[in-house]
């Protein structure tokens, strides 16, 4: 069984400009989910392998003991771009630079470090369990409900409910259970990337529910809040 672990870091960022080699608790934000990569691959005999537009996060990856040679090209480095076309290229690139056919792959989002190695394992082996399954992904529970408190605009223009219950729900903890994607981690089957899929979303998808603090960093803010948990020691588990 072979697999693929992919490190996807592109080089611009325009809600924490350069976060994926900003220094974090002193060491770059890259550098957490490159040791955690190595965790994994030594256990699977995995390969790593760094998707990056960027010499400067090339650079810095090479100090963590992480060298590539490919660069993403530039049409798949743009804020439009498919995360799935990304890793496809970066596969593709692999598998021909190798002459492995990989099994799996797993990707692990360099903003989203609050992971752990038995967090992996416990997700890889539940779709090792299901042969049909196209995927899973890491999520946690949701903060909101779209069947009782998120609302959107209907066809009339008035304001409802987002998903309709069939009968009414009073309280939230009565509500259907719904999950976030809280993007840390994704596990693909080869297949995956053969059916013509655009998104992680599909009709066969698994889930892992992490079960601690799990969150990835899209703002300012999300990065000072990471920072204070790792300096004050706040996480009751070590990534």
Known sequence: MKILITLCAR???KGIPGKNIRPLNGKPLIAYSIETA???AEKYDATIALST????????????????????????????????DALKDVLEYQENK????????LDLDVTAPLRTLQDLEEAFDIILKDADANNLYSVSPGHKNPYFNMVEQKADGYYAVSK????????RQTAP????????????????????????????????????????????LDFEFLSFLLKENKLDFKI
């Open 11 to 13: 080089g611009g960022s």
């Open 53 to 84: 537009d960027s010499l400067e996060i090339i650079a810095v990856c090479e100090n963590y003991g992480l060298s590539t040679e490919y660069i993403r090209p530039e049409i798949l480095a743009s804020d439009t771009a498919g995360k799935i």
């Open 177 to 220: 259970k719904v999950y976030e994607l809280n993007a840390s981690f994704y596990f693909y089957r080869r297949s995956f990337f053969e059916k013509g899929y655009v998104t992680t979303l599909t009709d066969k998808s698994l889930i892992y529910e992490v079960n601690h603090t799990c969150f990835d960093l899209d703002e300012e």
């Open 164 to 171: 309709t219950p069939i009968t009414p729900i009073k309280s």
């Open 38 to 40: 190595k965790k994994f």
């Open 98 to 105: 190798t002459g492995i056919k990989f099994d799996y792959l």
